[in-house]
């Protein structure tokens, strides 16, 4: 059972736009939402997280948004660069009874020059 | 990466041999995970581990088993591969729960 639901699947942004993935979740135990980046041939790392005590997290040009009644976050990415160009994972976990960290399903992002 | 070792690489079996992935870590870390990932499913657990000898199932666990007889090391297990299991699969630690995971290279495994 996907406990966490990301879209799009894919994007293609113009250099310079925004990128923006969404992500929803069933469990409201969940207190710990990380976004990964996967680039072709290596592991995912680590973006940028945030905890539902905050509704906004900014890191350079990436932004996740949260809404904790509505149980979604999102990743936002302003001015899109072309060395952004990858996959996009959302995930989720509840640090207090499972310890397990779920994925969303990825979303391929393409940055046009 | 973090100290994250995945072994072998790439790997090419047949259908009903037993295969063994291994991860070592060398980052003292306490939780370490087994990750599958294909297209269209994102990345799966398979099973993780939150201390030595301690295991427990992820959302994907059927044909597989693992262990953990030290911190540095946690070994996946395929007891009879199936065309399936041909996948990438990925190793992450973490230090505590909720916080950063790092992943290793990966493991490119083919069943035939």
């Known amino acids: 059972q996907q406990q966490v639901k990301q879209s799009p699947q894919s994007l293609i942004v113009q250099k310079g736009g925004i990128s923006i993935i969404n992500c929803a979740y069933e469990?409201?135990?969940?207190?710990?939402f990380p976004w990964y980046q996967q680039f072709p041939g290596k592991g995912p790392a680590l973006l940028i997280a945030i905890r539902p005590d905050v509704s906004e997290k900014k890191e350079g040009r990436f932004t996740i948004s949260f809404n904790k009644s509505a149980k979604q976050f999102s990743l936002h990415i302003m001015d899109s660069q072309p060395g952004d160009s990858a996959t996009y994972f959302c995930?989720?976990?509840?640090?207090?009874?499972?310890?397990?960290?779920?994925f969303g399903s990825g979303t391929r992002l393409l940055v046009r020059p | 990466d973090a100290g994250i070792t995945q072994s072998p690489r790439h790997k090419v079996t047949e259908t009903g041999t037993p295969v063994t992935l291994r991860c070592h870590q060398t980052?003292?870390?306490?939780?370490m995970y087994w990750y599958r990932q294909d297209p269209g499913h994102g990345l799966r657990l398979i099973h993780y581990?939150?201390?030595?000898?301690?295991?427990d199932k992820g959302e994907v666990s059927d044909g597989y088993s693992v262990s953990r007889s030290k911190t540095e090391d946690f070994l996946l297990t395929l007891e009879s591969a199936t065309s399936s299991q041909t996948s990438v699969y990925f190793c992450?630690?973490?230090?505590?729960?909720?916080?950063?995971?790092?992943f290793g290279q990966g493991t490119r495994l083919t069943v035939v």
């Open positions: 995930a989720a976990s509840d640090g207090d009874s499972s310890y397990k960290l779920i």
């Open positions: 469990n409201t135990a969940f207190d710990y």
């Open positions: 980052e003292n870390h306490r939780y």
């Open positions: 581990s939150y201390g030595v000898k301690d295991t």
């Open positions: 992450a630690i973490s230090r505590a729960a909720n916080t950063e995971a790092f």
